[in-house]
């Protein structure tokens, strides 16, 4: 069993810039990946960006390429997702989520494959 915890989110205007943060319960070495998704009212959660942690790759959503980045700080068992360049079109609801150390490896565009979740946080961008 696996605690996350994001903050960071707010309100920011387009072209401004948010890091959000989730806070893992547990050493985040143990997981095979975490990831980032969003859900805004009346669509359905898509990932946004993932790390795996072996080997450190990272994936993203074409929509946010060269604009988000994540990183982790094993030391802080955190993981961030830095978001710049913000456009109103990535205003959601933001989660991040992980999986148990002998879960199968998921994959990162896929909700269900990811068992643990945090409560979300709030991105809203403004033109």
């Known amino acids: 069993q696996v605690q996350l915890v994001e903050s960071g989110g707010g309100s920011v205007q387009a072209g401004g810039s948010l890091r959000l943060s989730c806070t893992a319960s547990r050493n985040t070495a143990v997981t095979s990946c975490i990831g980032w998704f969003r859900q805004a009212p009346g669509e359905e959660r898509e990932g946004v960006a993932a790390?795996?942690?072996?080997?450190?790759?990272?994936y993203y959503t074409d929509s946010v390429k060269g604009r988000f980045t994540i990183s982790r700080d094993n030391a802080k068992n955190t993981v961030y997702l830095q978001m710049n360049s913000l456009k109103p079109e990535d205003t959601a609801m933001y989660y991040c989520?992980?999986?148990?150390?002998?879960?199968?490896?998921?994959?990162?565009?896929?909700?269900?494959?990811?068992?643990?979740w945090g409560q979300g946080t709030q991105v809203t961008v403004f033109s």
């Open positions: 989520a992980t999986v148990g150390p002998f879960d199968p490896v998921p994959l990162w565009t896929q909700p269900s494959d990811f068992a643990y």
């Open positions: 790390l795996y942690t072996s080997g450190g790759v990272t």
